[in-house]
């Protein structure tokens, strides 16, 4: 089948699958700490479900799949879903599979994902501290998060890459001692703009940390030099000290690349959102369950794409949230 162009000529390679609107931990910057509504079981997709919609993806072109949540490792069938993806062939060979974690559990499962097909994780890690971890997670669980890692490495889950979302007044100091850590252990650290995906809705603009910001802050212990050709990444990269260890700055509010987006989202309860920020989704859930074919349901993939609008809309006058939260929608 012909790819997944949208009407301003993006080719759509990358797809990344919610497993589960539930979470291990409970960030402030994503859930409340607690009356989270969950998704209905039967409402969620079986395996089954799941790997032949990414089939019909992987027919459209797709050729990366991003495992994410809530939280993928408590989904249960986790590496039959692993090892059902990394079977497919794309037009580029075997489809890549990676997953975004809080790592709680990892130390467990590192090995046999590893064997499933999985090729690499990223892994959010905001503070070295305990008190401030357990300030923004809602848990003291920075111990597990940190052997996580460490499994995860051990493993051969290359690179380790690191989610960092600094929040002002919490965590912002601390941008120079995670980058240290980083270096030190050979991972790679990725810091995130704070984005209006909470289920509380208590993003601001004028206190979200900024790219610019992260950057002035590590430019206070290390020299940075822009990495030319960012492609379709979502992270500006930056040599550091010379390289060639990098970290990289994802400004999706304060410097979009929607221009140059690549993704397209599934989340747990079958939904296809064509962006993060989309207001609408399109539902294969039910076409699927009522017996559509493989035709059909790339045909409602196309529509999808199809529709997507030029940006995200952040920056835009009148921009609302989107009605789900980033822990329903899948990072």
């Known amino acids: 089948m012909d790819p997944l162009v949208d009407r301003f000529g993006r080719v759509h390679r990358d797809l990344r699958i919610s497993l589960t609107d539930r979470c291990s931990l409970r960030c402030t910057y994503c859930m409340p700490e607690q ?15 799941l790997l032949r919609l990414t089939e019909v993806a992987v027919s459209l072109g797709i050729v990366e799949v ?5 939280e993928p490792l408590l989904r249960r069938d986790l590496v039959e879903v692993v090892a059902g993806i990394s079977s497919m062939q794309g037009v580029d060979g075997p489809v890549e599979v990676s997953m975004t974690t809080n ?10 994902l590893v064997e499933a097909g ?4 990223n892994i959010s890690l905001d503070t070295l501290d305990r008190d401030t971890f357990v300030r923004m997670a809602r848990r003291d669980r920075l111990d597990d998060t940190l052997e996580g890692i460490r499994a995860a490495a051990d493993a051969g889950l290359a690179p380790v890459k690191l989610n960092t979302v600094l929040l002002r007044d919490v965590n912002d100091v601390e941008a120079p001692q995670l980058l240290a850590f980083a ?26 940390v900024t790219g610019q910001e992260v950057l002035d802050r590590l430019r206070t212990a290390y020299h940075l030099e822009p990495v030319p050709q ?3 990444a979502p992270a500006e990269l930056f040599l550091v000290d010379g390289g060639p260890a990098t970290v990289g700055v994802i400004a999706s509010v304060s410097s979009p ?14 939904q296809l959102r064509n962006c993060l920020f989309a207001a609408a989704e399109t539902d294969l859930r039910t076409p699927l369950r009522d017996g559509a074919g493989d035709d059909e349901l790339a045909a409602l993939f196309r529509a999808s794409i199809g529709a997507k609008l030029p940006g995200h ?7 609302l949230q989107p009605p789900r939260n980033m822990s329903a929608i899948g990072g």
Request: net charge negative.
């Open 118 to 121: 999985m090729a690499r994780v």
């Open 230 to 232: 960012r492609g379709s």
């Open 103 to 112: 790592a709680l559990g990892l130390d467990m499962m590192a090995v046999p």
């Open 183 to 208: 270096l030190e252990h050979g991972y790679e650290l990725r810091f995130i703009e704070q984005m209006p995906l909470d289920a509380g809705h208590t993003w601001h603009r004028e206190s979200m």
């Open 313 to 319: 809309g952040i920056n835009e006058p009148g921009f």
């Open 257 to 270: 690349f929607c221009g140059t987006c690549d993704r397209v989202r599934l989340t747990a309860d079958g």
């Open 35 to 49: 009356g989270v509504p969950w998704l209905a079981k039967p409402t969620l997709l079986s395996t089954d479900e």
């Open 66 to 70: 991003r495992l994410t949540g809530g």
